[in-house]
């Protein structure tokens, strides 16, 4: 069964710092991962993906985030935090099994990010 | 292109009653996945509709059922509603296929849900 750790409920950063969401997941088959953000009040947006590839993987918004097998990980940064980069993001992992199956994601707990001026 | 859209927004319900959620999917999407979010925690997968069948379901009772019709926009139900069932429901659309697309849900902006 797959699984996704994150690590901190909390991060709170000043603005313009480093950004730096940890994840770690566990799948017994590679692993597509994401990362979503919500903002209070709506839905899910999709920040970036892992399927195959490269490694580290730029999403919008600034964000990237570096798939590390050996370390099971996928931390999710941001060089410089924008005051609106206040949300709660959710790590996910999708086991690819074929067929159908893009809709089955299993979340984290989340991390809501604080953003101080 | 329509995003997903969820009805109603939010909706108060007393215990054993039943309740109905709709969701449109975005435009050429086949796929529709719901998901419970309660307070403060990541969202739990419910189920998934594939062209009107449901293919693959979370640890949710029966009391939670599904529906999909042709053009693809879906309903939630859930039976005998529970206090715990007080939660945000999010429906989520995809295109159900390999490549690029692969697992990019395009989430609505969900029902919230009260049981009292």
């Known amino acids: 069964a797959q699984s996704v750790t994150q690590l901190g409920s909390h991060v709170s950063v000043s603005e313009g710092a480093l950004v730096l969401l940890r994840c770690n997941y566990s799948s017994s088959v590679p692993p597509y991962l994401f990362w979503y953000v919500q903002y209070p009040n709506q839905g899910l947006q999709l920040l970036l993906k892992y399927t195959t590839g490269a490694t580290l993987v730029k999403g919008i918004n600034g964000f990237e985030a570096e798939f590390k097998k050996s370390e099971t990980s996928f931390h999710l940064t941001k060089p410089s935090a924008h005051m609106s980069d206040a949300a709660e993001y959710f790590c996910a992992v999708s086991e690819y099994a074929g067929g159908t199956s893009y809709g089955k994601l299993t979340f984290g707990q989340g991390t809501i990010l604080t953003v101080h001026p | 292109e329509t995003g997903v859209t969820q009805s109603p927004t939010h909706l108060i319900k007393t215990r054993g009653q039943q309740v109905t959620l709709r969701c449109s999917s975005q435009?050429?999407?086949?796929?529709v996945s719901w998901y419970q979010q309660a307070l403060g925690q990541g969202p739990q997968f419910i189920f998934q509709y594939y062209r009107e069948e449901e293919n693959g379901r979370g640890n949710f009772p029966p009391r939670f059922s599904g529906l999909q019709f042709p053009n693809y926009s879906s309903e939630l139900n859930v039976n005998a509603l529970e206090l715990d069932d007080s939660a945000l429901y999010l429906c989520?659309?995809?295109?159900?296929?390999?490549?690029?697309?692969?697992?990019?849900?395009?989430f609505g902006e969900g029902s919230r849900l009260t049981v009292l």
């Open positions: 989520a659309s995809s295109s159900g296929t390999s490549g690029r697309g692969a697992g990019e849900l395009f």
């Open positions: 435009s050429g999407h086949n796929t």
